[in-house]
């Protein structure tokens, strides 16, 4: 999101006084301060933290008016919030209160949400809870997957953003209305490196599809063959109950058809280990899987 932000804030002439990378130990660091320096921008960084002292001073010397935040995961406090004259806008990709977090995008699709879009508020202390100045809703596709929905809320963002910064050199002063107290629900990371994106055949079908939806491409949705990992990529819905147990491979025609805890997932597309990326069919004539061998 902020490569596309940067990219349309840069195209559409506002006065950019400096891009502020996330720290170099973070691994899109050095494609941020590239990117940034190939539209000609001042490149400002920070040692340690973003809340130190040394930092804020930086950007007070800037006399920036106003200043936006986009796919940011460090907490700001006051003393950085209150060191630009209008404050840090924050860009999330979702509608706020709903789907607080690092990854509204999955969390839509998983829960089959009918719609989403991009809330414009502005920060505080906590993870997208400030004001909301502005917010614009899409509706999701039928086949919604994480990379389409990233896109298209990826370039929805870069267009509000440049909206409401036009709007903003019109008439500083930007209304907003704070966000209603209560429980809602939340977007968190779905880490591989915690075993979140396997897939659990317990679910129903059609959960199942979806999540595989969710996070294909970046995440991508996992679960085990043989001893090996597989990696699904696309899947279909049969609504026929079996009596099978969850993950066991019920037929191996074109498809591979596995059981779930209601229904019949059809998986079209994936990855066996590192040795091959294929179609269903492909995969079947390759390691020839037996009928009521298990997945998971």
């Not at 050095?30 to 930092?55: C, H, R, W």
């Not at 915690?194 to 999540?211: C, G, P, V, W």
């Not at 990696?231 to 074109?254: L, M, R, W």
């Amino acid at each position: 999101m902020a490569i596309v932000c940067l990219d349309k804030l840069v195209s559409d002439g506002f006065n950019i006084v400096a891009v502020v990378p996330p720290h170099i130990s973070e691994p899109s660091y050095d494609f941020m301060v590239q990117f940034a320096k190939s539209k000609g921008q001042n490149i400002l960084k920070y040692e340690t933290s973003i809340n130190e002292p040394d930092f804020i001073n930086k950007i007070k010397i800037l006399n920036a008016d106003i200043a936006v935040v986009c796919s940011y995961n460090k907490k700001f406090k006051p003393e950085l919030i209150n060191s630009v004259k209008s404050g840090f806008v924050n860009v999330h990709p979702s509608l706020l209160p709903k789907y607080r977090g690092a990854n509204p995008y999955s969390h839509v699709i998983i829960n089959n949400e009918k719609e989403t879009g991009v809330t414009l508020h502005f920060m505080d202390e906590n993870f997208d809870t400030g004001n909301i100045i502005w917010q614009k809703k899409i509706p999701l596709e039928p086949q919604e997957t994480m990379g389409t929905l990233f896109n298209r809320l990826n370039f929805l963002c870069a267009d509000m953003v440049s909206d409401f910064l036009k709007q903003y050199e019109l008439n500083p002063v930007i209304k907003s209305v704070p966000q209603p107290f209560g429980e809602f629900i939340t977007a968190p990371a779905i880490d591989a490196k915690d075993f979140k994106n396997y897939i659990d055949f317990s679910k129903d079908a059609y959960h199942i599809e979806r999540f595989i939806r969710a996070l294909n491409p970046f995440i991508t949705a996992m679960t085990t063959f043989r001893g090996v990992f597989v990696k699904i990529f696309s899947a279909e819905v049969c609504p026929k109950k079996v009596k099978e147990a969850p993950g066991t491979i019920i037929s191996v025609k074109d498809c591979l058809n596995v059981a779930t805890g209601d229904g019949i997932l059809s998986i079209k597309s994936l990855q066996f280990g590192s040795y091959l990326i294929s179609d269903a069919k492909m995969f079947i004539e390759k390691f020839n899987p037996q009928v009521g061998e298990r997945l998971g």
